[in-house]
């Protein structure tokens, strides 16, 4: 995809979502690299694809309220150029609970991140894609919904609602020349896994074919890749990376 505009990385001051807005600005996307409380880690993110010749900012905004979603929209359209790519990485903190124990407060809490604001994000954008005549929108999932995972039922339940929430809007939005697509990782392990040892990890490697864990850059390549424009004939596809962790 020619690139006419920004790319929108949200969570992006660490884990996956920093990866990903360095793999973007690569591609020679100018990143936009959100955050939502740790300013100094997403400057560090600027600075790293800076001095690596790319272009990029930091924006600060909470992206599950409406107010900031729609500013930082804004923001991003006058200092890097419109929104042509989204990548919702965002999330909060996943507990774990017995079904029985899970209030409907819980599932409230997960559909927040992956329906509430892919949802504030896509109305905040469009208009700038549809001018654009193209963008992607990319949502990132996890392998932990076709797993079924016991303890993560309301996790589990807005994963499968934001695949619904991808499906249908690839459906809607493919007129205006806009892909909608999920990349949905394995187990990565990053900065708030804390330190992940083999015996830790040993017997989840012994079940993926590939042999080992992921890495954020496995991730990143796909993500960059659904963004380009060899994706351009792509949408409404869940892309799992997880070594082939979930093979029927």
């Known amino acids: 995809m020619p690139i006419s505009g920004s790319a929108l990385v949200t969570g992006a001051s660490r884990g996956l979502g920093a990866q990903i807005a360095r793999r973007l600005a690569a591609d020679g996307w100018p990143v936009a ?15 790293d694809i800076v001095a690596a010749g790319g272009r990029a900012a930091a924006f600060g905004a909470d992206v ?30 996943q507990p774990l609970a017995p079904a029985a124990e899970v209030s409907w407060q819980a599932h409230l809490d997960q559909l927040v991140f992956f329906v509430k604001s892919p949802a504030l994000l896509l109305r905040a954008t469009l208009p700038g894609m549809r001018e654009l005549g193209t963008g992607r929108f990319i949502h990132i999932g996890s392998d932990s919904f076709e797993r079924a995972l016991p303890g993560a039922s ?6 499968g609602a934001q695949l619904g929430l991808a499906r249908t809007w690839a459906r809607e939005l493919g007129t205006h020349g806009v892909t909608v697509n999920v990349v949905a990782p394995g187990w990565i392990p990053v900065e708030r896994h804390g330190v992940v040892t ?39 596809e869940r892309l799992t990376v997880n070594g082939g962790h979930t093979i029927d």
């Open 33 to 47: 690299v959100n955050y939502r409380s740790d300013g100094p880690a997403a400057e560090r993110v600027v600075a």
């Open 64 to 93: 599950t309220d409406e107010a900031e979603v729609t500013a930082l929209a804004a923001a991003v359209a006058v200092e890097l150029g419109p929104v042509q790519v989204v990548v919702a990485n965002a999330t909060g903190p």
């Open 154 to 159: 309301a996790y589990n339940a807005a994963k």
């Open 198 to 236: 083999a015996e830790d990890s040993a017997g989840y490697v012994r079940d993926v074919p590939l042999g080992r864990l992921g890495k954020p850059e496995d991730v990143a390549d796909v993500v960059a890749f659904v963004a380009s424009d060899a994706a351009r004939f792509m949408t409404g």
